[in-house]
């Protein structure tokens, strides 16, 4: 037997969520079965928990985008019994059952081995959000932004992605400009290597101009919406701004081709849940090695199963700061 935090659906279509006991032939099919040690929380857990289920598609089901833990058992000959592993994205705690559990059952493609110097509730106040930070910085270099280049800016900065990444740019060497819009986050960003303050209202106003003064080097941007369509008028000549979230919507209000065209500016995708092997690999390597681990310890919060329903419904309303890692033996 094991504890999950179980969602249901009710014959009206209202969910509940709750704390249950298991057995593990409750599991889904997978290559590998994993004791879940810590799990996280981000927004699409969010959904998954809220009212009408969100993400989720069918019920009973267990949540939890993210986890990390060691392997209990294995039919695939590239992990074995002891082996600490990491899982993000690939629609789990969607689709397939999550991290929100003492066990989890995936496919063997879906983990990544945990790097050494990394514990598994390290992973997991970096999970999705930190890994999708990783990868964003990781494409903004891989385009040519190096220290130096000039002040690069990260929207939505006191959530998980915008946490993450200041202090990952900071600690690379860069300037780092941090937007927020939530009173008494300033000491919070600057913790976090965040050499400059940007209020949201600074950039959140919709403007009909084609271009903007040249401010940034680079951006990580978690927001999207009015936000990103300000910004990437203000991008310098041949800048990148590496696209995360819609936090802010999914239309860029007020964009015109203009920056792409009379500026050259790039618009980079990042996904995080399709990801193939290598490049998540890659991003986890980079977290090990530049991830300030004492800046991290200022980003977490310890929750538990217990816990997660409340908080759940507190990161949809933007009322949770860093990141949240969830002690599921707790």
């Given amino acids: 037997m094991f504890r999950a935090l179980v969602v249901e659906k009710d014959a009206e279509g209202k969910t509940r969520a709750a704390v249950q006991d298991l057995s593990e032939d409750r599991l889904p099919e997978g290559d590998v079965t994993v004791a879940v040690e810590f799990s996280t929380l981000n927004y699409k857990d ?17 949540p939890g985008i993210d986890f990390a833990g060691v392997v209990q058992q ?26 929100y559990a003492q066990r989890a059952r995936v496919k063997a493609d879906w983990l990544v081995p945990l790097p050494d110097g ?20 990781i494409a903004l270099e891989d385009q040519g932004l190096k220290p130096g280049d000039g002040p690069v800016l990260v929207t939505g900065a006191s959530g998980g992605v915008g946490s993450v990444a200041t202090a990952v740019l900071a600690h690379l060497g860069h300037e780092v400009a941090a937007v927020t819009g939530r009173p008494g986050s300033e000491d919070y960003l600057r913790d976090l290597g965040a050499s400059r303050i940007v209020p949201r209202e600074d950039l959140s106003e919709v403007t009909r101009k084609p271009l903007e003064s ?4 680079g951006c990580v941007d978690p927001v999207a919406g009015a936000m ?6 203000q991008m310098r000549y041949g800048a990148s701004v590496a696209a995360v979230g819609l936090a802010g919507g999914a239309a860029i209000e007020g964009a015109l081709i203009t920056p792409f065209i009379l500026r050259g500016v790039n618009l980079l995708g990042i996904d995080s849940v399709m990801q193939p092997y290598e490049a998540r690999l890659r991003a986890w390597q980079r977290i090990a090695s530049d991830l300030p681990m004492d800046r991290l310890k200022g980003m977490i919060r310890s929750a538990t199963l217990e816990d997660l329903p409340g908080l759940g419904a507190d ?8 990141r949240v890692v969830v002690d599921v033996n707790a």
């Fill in 228 to 233: 990103l369509g300000r910004v990437l008028k």
């Fill in 315 to 322: 990161i949809l309303k933007g009322q949770v700061q860093g």
């Fill in 118 to 137: 990394l514990s598994t509730r390290t992973a997991m106040a970096v999970g999705t959000a930190g890994m999708a930070a990783m990868l964003a910085v």
């Fill in 214 to 217: 040249e401010i940034w080097a």
């Fill in 46 to 62: 969010g959904l998954c928990l809220g009212s009408g289920g969100g993400l989720v598609r069918s019920w009973p089901h267990v």
């Fill in 74 to 99: 294995s039919a695939d000959p590239r992990y074995k019994p002891g082996d600490r592993v990491v899982l993000t994205g690939w629609r789990v705690g969607e689709v397939h059952w999550g991290g």
